[in-house]
């Protein structure tokens, strides 16, 4: 299992380590990877789900997830460093959820507001203001 | 821009010739070229190198971006575009539409 | 005697198999340099190349981004797999590519015809 050629990125070095994994649709898991294969599909142990408003976050425990590789935008083994919760503010998950639903209502009632005043103008709103970029 | 081969004559196999459509981007090598990309973006740069996937490297490639914004008081739609130039820019193929060669490129 | 059709042929399959790695034998030479991936949801990672696959995908040290308060999450890691799938760009150091070379590359199946 060491005999893969030198310079290739391989996950192989991840495996057992603590990783942050960003994901498509833009949520952040946490959780020690504990299987890979050449898709880059993960087995993750232990994960939460992590959710940052502003300077406030919260975690979601989640247990054990297999993540299909297509979904996987990039991750990182976690710098013991830089995780220290100093940098924000952790609160507990029914704080979290509720800003993150405002935050996302905010969105939510701006593009509607728009979209409405468009159509009674007889105009479409722009395809492009929504988030596919990974279609 | 197919070359056309006399009737009943053995090709030339040294000839370059257009069998499929990536061998019209073999011949703009070196040369600058249009690609449209997904998303309203669109690339003018010197081309370098390709592949199948029209993965491409790109040499002092200028990138625009157009964006429509709606002005939230008129609710007028506004085309904005911003350009920016890169000196050397690879380009994932996935993400591109259309290649065009240097004699349509302005 | 193999036919000239069928040798056109056999030269395209070795070409296109040499083609097919192209990219991955270029990324492969930008190892150790600065680069900046630009991903397909418009996040910018600046990081020293690390590793690449055949598919393209990334491996990054040192990584930062152009817009930490945005993207929170990135706080966390110095070092990052990036999947091939989600990068748009890749700004590459211009005094690192040997365009020449890269040109002869792409051009390979011209010569050998």
């Not at chain 1, 005999?3 to 898991?29: C, H, I, N, Q, W």
């Not at chain 1, 830089?82 to 800003?99: C, N, P, T, W, Y």
């Not at chain 2, 040499?59 to 920016?84: L, P």
């Amino acid at each position: 299992m060491n005999s893969f050629p030198p310079r290739t990125a391989t996950l192989l070095y991840e495996l057992d380590k603590k990783l942050m994994v960003l994901l498509r649709d833009g949520r952040t898991l946490i959780g020690y990877l504990r299987s890979v294969d050449q898709y880059a599909n993960l087995l993750l142990q232990q994960t939460v789900e992590r959710i940052h408003v502003g300077k406030k976050f919260g975690d979601i425990p989640r247990g054990v997830f297999l993540v299909r590789g297509e979904n996987v935008v990039l991750l990182g083994e976690i710098d013991a460093l830089k995780e220290a919760d100093q940098m924000f503010e952790r609160v507990s998950i029914g704080d979290i959820l509720a800003l993150q639903k405002q935050e996302q209502d905010a969105k939510i009632e701006k593009a509607k507001s728009i979209e409405r005043s468009l159509k009674r103008r007889g105009m479409r709103f722009p395809p492009d203001l929504v988030q596919d970029d990974f279609l | 821009m197919v070359t056309k081969m006399p009737e009943g004559e053995a090709e030339p196999v040294s000839l370059v010739t257009i069998k499929e459509p990536v061998d019209l981007i073999r011949l703009s090598v070196d040369e600058r070229i249009y690609v449209k990309m997904r998303h309203d973006r669109e690339l003018r740069g010197r081309l370098h190198a390709f592949d199948q996937h029209l993965n491409m490297v790109l040499g002092e490639a200028e990138e625009t971006i157009t964006t429509i914004e709606v002005d939230e008081e008129t609710f007028e739609e506004v085309y904005k575009t911003t350009k920016r130039t890169i000196p050397m820019l690879f380009v994932r193929g996935d993400g591109v539409i259309l290649v065009s060669p240097p004699s349509t490129t302005s | 005697m193999v036919p000239t059709y069928c040798k056109f042929v056999i030269f395209n399959k070795i070409v296109r198999l040499t083609s097919k790695m192209l990219f991955y034998s270029f990324f492969k030479t930008l190892v150790g340099h600065e680069i900046i991936v630009e991903l397909k949801n418009d996040i910018c990672v600046t990081g020293r190349l690390h590793s690449v696959d055949q598919f393209l995908n990334i491996k990054l040290i040192e990584v930062c981004v152009s817009d930490p308060e945005k993207y929170p999450y990135m706080n966390y890691i110095s070092e990052s797999f990036i999947r091939g799938s989600v990068v748009r760009y890749v700004q590459l150091p211009v005094n690192s590519v040997d365009s020449q070379l890269l040109q002869d590359a792409a051009r390979k199946e011209i010569t050998i015809r």
